[in-house]
């Protein structure tokens, strides 16, 4: 079967001799090469290789990126993860020639340019973050965090203290407690009040004179803002700690409130995410830190500095932890962050934030009611809901999910935050338009009656899909990812 939705795999279709570039033959003599590359490497037998012509090379990519699902083909309400529109200008800004094909070895005389977008997008970053300084180095969130806590822990050296605690929140992103043990620190958890805050009680209780810092995200992982914040900051503060700000969360705040004002002394920010750069999938994302003053001789080395108006790399932090990533970051994200800001203005990022909070508390007004909501307040730029209601009828949160996909879908973040039974975390972003939103929401009421009405649609979906319902344990536990002939 060769139609338009073959399900047929590239080596179901070839042919033995097909091709699908004619190259001409080489004109290098074959011992020459074989005298470059060790025998033992060289291959014996010929690849197994797919033999296809052109035409059905091109049709067998182009179905798959057909099943692909982004944000430019649907409304992707993946909560924590900030899935907004990328507009393009971004792309058009990082593709410059000036940008794309300059090499970080280059002479710093000769991409005076760059290291200016760098420089200007540290103060950027500075400002929104309420921080005194800024590394662009780590790649992603997780980077951020393991960057933070690698200068907090330099922090605390440096003083003589022997702090190896980290105190999380039981409804932080999982990276956080990832992070604290990758850095050789022991992880102390605190339980969440039933109102969804952290629980000043178990936090009091936790900290002490081995307290390296708290983690925190503020909206937390629940959507929800800590109204306690400066309280917190106290605690951990008088107990000598630093606090640690995930900034994923930071869609909600920008141009609203800052970190450091809230009494911060880390913040990592998520460009891929609150910064309008693409990402899933893996990569490539950027996570810059900002610390305050006493943090900065530990910041990653080299940095970039400006003297009466050339920007140069200095290495003059004796105290630095080092590099955590090849040369200054990843460096065509940064860009497309930097297009971003820029196109926004000081404004434009308040509004965003503004529109991003409203969208949520809009979806949540909506589905109150045929969803079961664990907190009864305003939430910042994401909501969460449950399948409560639908239990009654052996539906679980992992059904909707499916059944979205049959509406066309991407489905919300499902059983984050841990401490939500059953969760969909929804988090429609300030760039999806009220009729996208209200189409969702009539979407899930309509799932709603489903399960009320015929819940095997549901426990069944997907229905529309190229694959139905997939053994999700043995996906994850015996992945098949090579083919056998
Ligand atoms: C996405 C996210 C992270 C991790 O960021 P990555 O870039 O995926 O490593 C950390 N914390 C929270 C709350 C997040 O949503």
Known sequence: ???????????????????????PA?????????????AQLIRQEKAALPEVSQLDLMRHYNSLSERNFGVDSGFY????????????INEDACRLPGFALIHPLQDSETVQGALQLLYNMEQYLAELAGMDAITMQPAAGAHGELTGIKLIRAYHRHRGQNRTKVIVPDSAHG???????????????????PDGAVDLTALKAAVGSDTAAFMLTNPSTLGLFEKNITEIAQIVHDAGGLLYYDGANANAIMGLTRPGDMGFDVVHFNLHKTFSTPHGGGGPGSGPVGVKKALIPYLPSP???????????????????????SFYGNFGVIVRAYAYIRVMGPDGLTASSQDAVLNANYCLSQLK??????????????CIITSKHQKAYGIHTLDIAKRLLDYGYHPPT?????????????????????????????????????????????????????VGRLDETAAARKPVVKWQR
């Open 369 to 382: 009611e045929d969803y079961y909501a664990p907190f009864e307040r305003f939430c910042m730029h994401e």
């Open 414 to 466: 499902i059983y984050f935050p841990l401490i939500v039974e059953e969760a969909m975390m929804i988090e429609p972003t300030e760039t999806e338009s009220k009729e996208t939103i209200d189409g969702f929401i009539a979407v899930m009421r309509r799932i709603a009656r489903e399960a009320e009405e015929d819940a095997s649609l549901i426990t069944k979906a997907p229905h529309t899909t190229v």
């Open 26 to 38: 080489c004109d290098v003599p074959q011992d020459d090469i074989q005298l470059l590359i060790p």
């Open 175 to 193: 990276t956080n407690p990832a992070t604290a043990a990758v850095c050789g620190l022991d992880i102390v958890e605190v339980k969440s009040h």
């Open 303 to 325: 940095h970039i500095v400006q003297k009466s108006g050339k920007f140069s790399l200095a290495a003059d932090r004796p105290q630095s932890i080092g590099k955590v990533q």
């Open 1 to 23: 079967m060769r139609g338009r939705n073959s399900k047929a795999l590239i080596f179901e279709l070839s042919k033995p001799g097909r091709t699908a570039i004619d190259l």
């Open 77 to 88: 309400p993946l909560g924590s993860c900030t899935m907004k529109y990328n507009p393009k």
